[in-house]
């Protein structure tokens, strides 16, 4: 029986894919996976098909043809973090599965502020109103990495943070993380309001003092813009 492969695709960049990663993919008849996933893989002859709403169809998919065809599953990062791993498991019996991980964008961001990332405590602000909960984060945490999106975007956060009377921490955003137009900007919620950003971002907020240096170069010149 052939196994449904969910596979962490990394940050962006082929040059933050795993090597097994490259090799089973090569193999598939199918690539299932979002419009970015599959673009970063368009020279591969297998059928593609993009992940939309509502997700019963991706799930009727796989159940139809995963014993003739070899299927592979994209998901941007790793598995274990806010992707579809968890709703095709809830759905389709485990043992078809084979999960390989992934290199987060967090994992990248906390690497290019170089910080440890084993006490930072992650959220996900897509496709949800969960902002109380990045509010009890932050009010008894020293890091929180949140994957954002296009309701929720860094200068709304920041905004929501200065709401709250939450002034006192060090915000780092990263854009296009892998890619070369790559950026990271840090400053503070008052700082990080008045700019604005990319659709691909993830952040990083810390107390202040949890980093010893600040990337102002590309922040300055934005607030001077």
Request: glycine share 6%.
């Amino acid at each position: 029986m052939n196994k449904v492969y969910v596979l962490g695709i990394g940050p962006g960049s082929k040059d933050y894919l795993l090597k097994k990663t490259e090799k089973i993919i090569e193999k598939m008849d199918v690539l299932i996976g979002g419009s970015r996933a599959l673009e970063t893989f368009a020279e591969q002859e297998a059928k593609k098909i993009k992940i939309t709403l509502p997700l019963a169809e991706i799930k009727n998919y796989i159940l139809d043809n995963f014993k003739q065809q070899k299927i592979a599953v994209l998901v941007s990062g790793d598995p274990g973090l806010y992707s579809l791993l968890n709703y095709l498991k809830r759905q389709i019996e485990a043992d078809i599965f084979e999960v390989i991980p992934g290199i987060s964008s967090l994992q990248l961001a906390a690497s290019r502020i170089q910080i440890s990332w084993h006490d930072l405590r992650i959220t996900s602000l897509h496709g949800k109103d969960n902002k109380e909960e990045l509010l009890a984060l932050l009010n008894k945490e020293s890091k929180v990495g949140i994957f954002t999106d296009n309701k929720f975007s860094p200068p709304k956060i920041a905004e929501y943070l200065l709401e709250n009377n939450i002034v006192d921490k060090t915000i780092c955003v990263f854009e296009n993380l892998s890619y070369p137009d790559e950026k990271i900007t840090v400053g503070s919620a008052a700082e990080i309001k008045k700019l604005s950003f990319s659709k691909l971002t993830v952040m990083i907020i810390l107390d202040r003092g949890e980093i010893d240096f600040k990337q102002r170069g590309d922040l300055d010149e934005r607030m001077e813009s």
